[in-house]
């Protein structure tokens, strides 16, 4: 016999209050649960909330037994579909395995542990552990993390801020990271950088969380990560004081005192294997050792590894090895070299082939990599380099990342690079640098190809199989700070043809991650590129795709539509007369005010003709586009549904249509503006029927863009008509696609529409 599903949470909480004759604000004032976390319930935002907040709504609503299981029911069953939907999340931010062994470090971690979780009424839900490096700061807290874990229900989450790189990670990255570990699917997370701290503030606030930033670069990296007052608690290690981050609690670590480091090598020393060839090792002799490594906890912890893994030595012999390193010691006795005798221990028991790898891999820019980069390299083979990767995180000299990728940590990759510039000359440095920075344009070129007109490109990449869409698609996010620092590389020294043509493959594909965040850096270089090359006309094409970055990506409509004036400047110079429309329709598209929407008609009708002239079966459609949104701006709904539908003929016809990915996305988006022009002349049926062709399309477009604007439409009609359930149905979809797409400015619109129809909340300002 099959079991019911419980209710959706919002619809069945919103029909109880209801009945209960309450207000959002009067339930909240009984419940003591704030109106607009009880806001967000009824809409679907917050579908699993804690069972001790539902239970003070279900008594602040004085409902019956057999409602407040009903209640209790459909929030776990919320819960239940919000841990299914975080499950691409997981793993981002899992904290580090726990540290079976630590000594000289109770005072520390019962200070940290005391600040867990607790309000001390300050609001200092900050802590910042600083010092040097190799003091054991990560250790520290990630220990401490592990003892009170169960104090946090929604979790405790790691992230490595990389702050020893030349390029720290991005905050707005970061906060992507948190959020999907928090439980925001990808496609809620805002795309406004602005918005993603917000967000990050406000679930701080409202859920119980342990977050570890770890190895923060400086003040401007860390604020926009941290919290206001809250349940959350955050802990935060860097190198540097960070002084400038007020009404935080701090603690700075000192080296371990010698028979405190003693007993950590001894607590290590314990595993070593039957037979070894001592037992426990002397106190004498681990305090010899504790001595040569200055204290130093990641020293220590790497010395008494390599002595437990080597059954053949003693602590005496070991203490020999590091007092006959004593030399590098002096000469690295500051800052973050000071562990390099301790690394040297495990380097020098790697085969010569793992000791290029190990060197190799610190000139990848970006925070990870895959054996692909590091088979790149060195000229070894793929499973060649996958097998001494694999050994490398073995030993600990690197971390273990995400499927087959890894990861330094700072201190060894500082370690690696030293040994790379005194191994091995500048001519082999900078050519194994040339290889990686050719390998990784080269395939992003074509990982980009596979979304240009045309035929699909070769995929006889024994390193990376690009074999369709979404492995080029996956390619390229993963090695996006990768693929980027090289095009950075190739641009400053000179490049410029390299720049362009990379750029060039990212046009199409750029529409599918328009908020990566980079777009404006790609295309402001191959703008530069091109300029250099002394070619007008590749300039405009450029200058074209920033001014798409600006507008879209960045919202900069001014600067979009500036920049796609001077495009059309140099292409008129050029004699271009393709790009001189391509960069009239841009124009158009940056369009602003009724006085920008009058201008742009004569622009778009010029671009329409210059495309037809030129047989661009591509470009024609996106010029008649262009020319239907601007009617419709400026109320001309009658002349925007005939382009609109000029535009889908001429997509639809195999004598005009363009390739069919590209033809699929613009006949949905003729469509949408065709159903939305009909909206505004009042023909609701025909709108509806619009927009059912517009949606009908999705499944092939996947576009989530297109899919809320058509939604919005089609919901606007079914409740022009009367078919106000639909409607509302209809609406949650956009909000949905909006949300998906990164699009804050229409998810406002529709979330609020949403609010209004179905009488829940309006969203705040």
Not at 721 to 743: K, N, P, S, Y
Request: glycine share 8%; aromatic share 4%.
């Amino acid at each position: 016999m099959l079991t019911a599903s419980p209710p959706a949470l919002g619809p069945l909480l919103r029909g109880l209050r209801h009945a209960a004759g309450m207000t959002l604000e009067e339930l909240a004032a009984a419940s003591g649960v704030s109106d607009r976390a009880i806001g967000d319930m009824e809409r679907g935002h917050s579908r699993g909330p804690q069972a001790r907040t539902v239970r003070a709504l279900a008594d602040a609503l004085r409902l019956g037994p057999e409602d407040a299981d009903r209640l209790l029911a459909a929030a776990r069953d919320g819960r239940r579909h919000v841990h299914r939907e975080a499950d691409r999340g997981r793993g981002l931010c899992d904290l580090p395995p726990a540290v079976p062994d630590i000594a000289g470090r109770a005072r520390e971690l019962a200070w940290l542990e005391s600040g867990a979780g607790t309000d001390d009424g300050s609001g200092r839900t900050v802590t910042i552990v600083s010092g040097g490096p190799g003091l054991g700061k990560t250790t520290l807290v990630v220990t401490a993390a592990h003892r009170v874990a169960d104090r946090f229900a929604d979790g405790c989450h790691y992230v490595n801020l990389r702050g020893l790189d030349a390029r720290p990670l991005d905050p707005h990255d970061v906060l992507g990271r948190l959020l999907r570990a928090l439980g925001v699917r990808e496609r809620d997370l805002p795309a406004d950088p602005d918005e993603r701290p917000v967000l990050l503030r406000r679930l701080a606030r409202e859920r119980g969380a342990l977050v570890i930033l770890d190895n923060a670069a400086d003040e401007a990296q860390l604020r926009p990560l941290l919290p206001g007052e809250g349940r959350s608690t955050f802990w935060v290690t860097s190198r540097r004081a960070l002084t400038g981050i007020e009404h935080a609690r701090r603690l700075t670590p000192g080296p371990l005192p010698t028979r405190a480091a003693a007993a950590l090598l001894g607590t290590i020393t314990a595993r070593r294997p039957a037979g070894a060839r001592e037992g426990e090792a002397p106190a004498a002799d681990l305090e010899r050792i504790a001595d040569l490594c200055g204290g130093l906890p990641l020293a220590l912890r790497i010395a008494g590894n390599r002595l437990a893994s080597r059954p053949a030595w003693s602590a005496a012999d070991l203490a020999d090895r590091l007092a006959a390193e004593d030399r590098r010691l002096d000469r690295l006795t500051a800052g973050d070299l000071r562990v390099q005798s301790a690394f040297t221990l495990s380097y020098e028991q790697l085969t010569p082939a793992a000791r290029l790898l190990f060197r190799r891999l610190s000139l990848v820019p970006g925070p990870d990599f895959d054996p692909a980069l590091g088979a790149v390299l060195t000229s070894l083979d793929l499973d060649r380099a996958e097998q001494i990767m694999d050994e490398l995180v073995e030993l600990g000299l690197l971390n273990p990342g995400a499927g087959d990728r890894a990861s330094f940590h700072d201190l060894v990759r500082l370690y690696a690079h030293q040994r790379l510039r005194e191994e091995e000359s500048a001519e082999r440095r900078e050519a194994a640098r040339a290889a990686m920075n050719t390998w990784l344009l080269g395939t992003a070129s074509t990982a980009g190809q596979w979304f240009e007109p045309g035929p699909d490109p070769s995929a006889d990449d024994a390193l990376v199989p690009l074999r369709d869409q979404q492995a080029a698609e996956a390619w390229l996010r993963a090695e996006s700070v990768n693929w980027l620092a090289a095009l950075r590389d190739s641009a400053a020294a000179g490049e410029h043809r390299t720049v362009v043509d990379v750029a060039e493959s990212m046009h199409w594909f750029s529409d599918r991650w328009a908020f990566w965040g980079h777009w404006h850096t790609v295309f402001e270089l191959s703008r530069a590129a091109a300029r250099s090359l002394g070619d007008p006309a590749l300039e405009a094409t450029h200058a074209n795709y920033l001014s798409w970055a600006y507008r879209y990506c960045q919202r900069r409509f001014a600067l979009g539509r500036a920049t796609a004036l001077e495009a059309a400047e140099l292409a008129r110079r050029a004699g271009d007369t393709v790009q001189e429309a391509w960069s009239l329709a841009y124009a158009t598209h940056a369009g602003q005010t009724p006085e920008d929407h009058a201008e742009s008609v004569p622009w778009s009708r010029r671009a329409i003709e210059l495309f037809a002239a030129a047989g661009d079966k591509e470009a024609h459609p996106q010029a008649l586009m262009a020319l239907g949104r601007v009617l419709r701006h400026l109320g001309r709904n009658e002349e925007a549904v005939e382009v609109f539908r000029t535009t889908a003929r001429a997509v639809s016809d195999p004598r005009t249509a363009p390739a069919r990915h590209i033809a699929d996305y613009t006949e949905m988006n003729a469509l949408s503006g065709e159903a939305a022009a009909l909206l505004e002349l009042g023909r609701h049926e025909e709108a509806v029927a619009a927009a059912d062709r517009a949606l009908s399309l999705d499944s092939r477009v996947q576009v989530p863009a297109l899919r809320g604007f058509a939604s919005l439409h089609r919901a606007r009609a079914l409740r022009a008509i009367g078919r106000d359930a639909d409607a509302v149905r209809q609406l949650r979809v956009g909000v949905a696609a909006f949300t998906e797409g990164g699009d804050a400015a229409q998810l406002a619109t529709v979330e609020d529409l949403l609010a209004e129809w179905t009488g829940g909340a309006r969203r705040p300002g």
